[in-house]
């Protein structure tokens, strides 16, 4: 009822730059937070940054200063701006939203299918 779908992920030199995006569709009533994760090999997957529907953000502590989340709220679009990448963001990222579909008006999380970031030389 409710698609998550990540794109801009590849791979970049570090001290790059690369922006993901996320669209969600669907039987969408309320979009409340929208956020990114990521997961490298061998590790568990970790809250990147979120933006709550009030407009407050917030980043883990690696990313600070280096990415930047926003949201396109009327195409129910989220981003992440990530400048000055590091060999240690390599990961596969992963959108997530937190929705109440139409129908019901139950509230749950989704997850997208995840878009790879490679950083390297």
């Known amino acids: 009822q409710v698609q998550l779908v990540e794109s801009g992920g590849g791979l970049v030199q570090p001290g790059g730059s690369l922006r993901l995006s996320c669209a969600a569709s669907?039987?969408?009533?309320?979009?409340?937070?929208m956020g990114w994760y990521r997961q490298a090999p061998g590790k568990q997957r970790e809250l990147v940054a979120l933006s709550t529907n009030s407009g407050s953000t917030n980043y883990a502590d690696p990313v600070k200063g280096r990415f930047t989340i926003s949201r396109d709220n009327a195409k129910n679009k989220v981003y992440l701006q990530m400048n000055s990448l590091k060999p240690e963001d390599t990961a596969v990222y992963y959108c997530?939203?937190?929705?109440?579909?139409?129908?019901?008006?139950?509230?749950?999380?989704?997850w997208g299918q995840g878009t790879q970031v490679t950083v390297s030389s």
């Open positions: 669907g039987s969408i009533f309320i979009i409340y937070a």
């Open positions: 997530n939203s937190a929705i109440s579909i139409r129908d019901t008006r139950l509230r749950a999380n989704y």
